[in-house]
C-alpha cells in the first residue's frame, strides 16, 4: 500500500491553496503507488475545513483541533504529526513549501529519520517509489532526485502544480486525532499583520517588481500603483533592497524568494543573473527598462524599451481599460 | 553567551551554474561565504559585544573551504572547527545535520546557534530545524529581529511570515536560521584579516566524533540525486517596437489575446 498524506496548511482558518494542489498532486502519485490520499490537518477550531479538503480529493482527513495548535509551532506540530505517521504509515507525505511547511518539514524527517526533498516542482513514480524534480542554485540548475527511506518526504512549491477541480459531491472521512502538543519551547506570542490587503510575492499569482531604475524609494509608487490595479504583489530587485528602498520581503531573487506567478512585470530591472534565477519559471514575463541590451530582455515574453516612470503608467491605464470592460 | 555558527562555502550567486553530463561544472566557480552565514554570524558577533562569551564556526566542506573559513575568523570569530575529511562531503541535508550536530554535540555548553536560512547552492534550508531536531533543542528559522535577555536564558525572534510576521519566544538554548534583513553583516578590518590566521583552526574527522562514516556524508544520505539538469530554456521573447503608448497598448493586449493570464 502506498498511501499520500498531504499537510493541509491552514491559517486564521483558511487553508492554503497548496493544500489543494498537493491533494491533485498526491491523486496522480496514488494513481501510480496504489494508494490513497489522506490530509492532516492541525490547528483550532476548523469546522469546515475537512469537507473542502475531501472535496479536493481527500479521501479521509485526520484533524487535531486543539487550541494548544491554534498557533503553529515546530515543535508542537512535529509531535502531532509523528504520532500520526507513526500510526498510519503512510509512503509519502507532502507539505506546502511555505514559510510553515518549510520551518516544519525538515524538524519533522529528523524526528522520523527520513531524508527530504525541499521546494519540488515536479514528481514522477518510478519503480513504486518518487522521484522529485528540484530546483537548486535558485533555479540556474534542476536536481532530479530519489528518497531512500519511508515516509518518502518532500515539500512543494506554491504555484507551480495545478489545484484540481472540487467535487461537491466528494467527502472526506474525518478522523479526529490526539493532539500531542507536547513541550513546546519556542512559541509564537504574537503575529503582526503587514499592510492591510499586501499580497505577498511568494504567492502572489502577479507581481510588479522594481529594480535599480525606480531610482529611489519614491520611485516605487507608479509599481505600487500597477500592483494595486491588478491586484498583484509588489516585488524588488537585489539592487533595489540593498539601497533600502523597500523591505526585503519584496525581494526577488537567489536571495530572496523564488516565485512563480503567472504574470511577472519586470520595471527597471536589468536582470542579473541572480534575480533572473528567482523568477525565470514565472509563466509570462513583461519586462520594462531603457536599456535594449539589459539581458532581462531575454527572459521576457514580452519587452519594451522605454522609461518605466513613461511606461508602467501607460501600461496601468491600458489594464484598466480592458478590467474595465 | 557562547554560540556556534554554522558557515558553509558556496558557488558566489553571480556565478553562471554551468551543468555537463548531469553534473555542476566547477571549473571557474568562484566562491564565497553562504550568504545568510554571514548574517547568522553577525548575529552571534553582535551578541557576544553585549553579553560576552565565545563565537565558535563549525563550517562542513572540502579543503578548499579553507579561505571563507578564515573570512568568518576576520570577520571576529574566535575559533573554527572544520568537517573537512572527504567521508563528510557529498551528503544531504540529514547527513549533514548529523555530523554538524555530532560536532555541536562534542563541543559542549552552548547558548545559542546560528545558522544561515538556506545554502543558496543546495537550497534545502533543512540543516538548522534538523540540526535543532537532532540536538533536541527549540528552532526559529529564517529571523529578521533577535533579543536575547540579558541573563542568556530566553530569546525573543521575530520572523517573516506570508503577508507578516510572528514573534516567538524560546528558551536557550537554541538554534537560530538567519534571513536577510536581520542585520548587515561587518566587513572584515585589516587587523581582522591579519589576526585569522593566528587563531584556532581546528580540524575533525569522522572518528572524533564517533561516527560510523557509512552515516554521513554521500554514505549517509538519504537523499540520492539521480540527475542534475540545466533549468529548460524559456523561450524567445519579442521586443514590442513603437511609441510608448502604442507599446503598452499592444502589450496589454498581446497579454490578454495571447498570452490569456489578464
Redesign the interface.
Known sequence: MGNILVFAEQ?NGVLKKVAFEMLGLGSQLAAGLGGTVEAALLGSGLSGLPDALGQYGASKVYVADDPALA??S??GY?NTLAGLIAKIQPAVVLVGA???G??????L???LG??????CIAFAVDGGNL?AT????????????????TPQMATVRPNVLPAPQPDAGKKAVVEAIASDAGT???????????GKG???V??AETIVSGGRGVAGPDGFAPIRSLAKTLGAAVGASRAA?DAGWI???H?VG???KTVTP??YIACGISG???HLAGM??S?????VNKD?EAPI???????????LF??VP??E???KA??AE | MNSIVCLKEV?D?????E?RSGR?VEEGIQYVVN??DEFALEEALKWQETLGGKVTLVSLGPERARESILKGLAMGADEVYHLAEDAFQGG???AT?KALAAAIAKLGEVDAIFCGRQA???????????L???LN??????I?KLEIAADGKSA?AE?????????????LP?VFTA???LNEPRYPSFKGIRQARTKPFNTWGVTDLGLDPGSVGAAG???????????PD??A????PGE??D???E??R???EE?K??
Not at chain 1, 530582455?297 to 522609461?307: C, E, H, L, P, Q
Not at chain 2, 521573447?237 to 514590442?240: A, E, F, K, S, T
Open positions: 491559517r498557533n503553529y515546530g515543535e512535529t511555505t514559510f510553515m518549510k520551518d516544519l518539514a525538515p524538524r524527517a529528523a524526528r527520513v531524508g527530504l526533498a525541499a521546494d522521484v528540484r530546483p537548486i542554485f535558485a533555479g540556474k540548475a534542476l536536481s532530479k532526485v530519489r528518497l531512500l527511506r513546546v519551547r519556542a512559541k509564537v506570542v504574537d503575529v503582526v499583520t503587514a499586501e499580497v505577498d511568494a504567492e533592497v523591505e526585503h520581503s525581494q537567489q536571495t530572496g503567472t504574470l542579473a543573473i541572480q525565470r519559471t509563466k509570462v514575463i513583461v519586462a535594449p530582455f531575454k527572459v521576457a515574453s514580452y519587452g519594451i524599451v522605454g522609461d513613461t511606461v501607460l501600461l491605464k491600458e489594464f480592458l478590467l | 558557488p550567486t553571480e556565478a553562471r551554474i551543468v555542476i550568504p545568510y544531504d541535508a540529514y545535520a543558496v547552492d543546495d537550497d534545502n534550508a533543512a540543516v538548522g530545524a534538523m535543532a531536531e537532532m533543542l527549540p528552532h526559529v528559522s529564517m529578521t525573543q520572523r517573516e511570515v506570508e503577508g507578516g510576521k510572528e514573534v516567538i519566544h524560546t528558551s537554541a534571513q536577510k534583513g544520505a538519504l537523499l540520492e540525486v539521480v540527475d542534475i539538469l540545466p533549468p524559456r523561450p521573447g519579442r521586443v514590442i510608448p503608448a507599446a503598452a497598448k502589450v496589454v498581446l497579454l490578454r498570452a493570464v489578464i
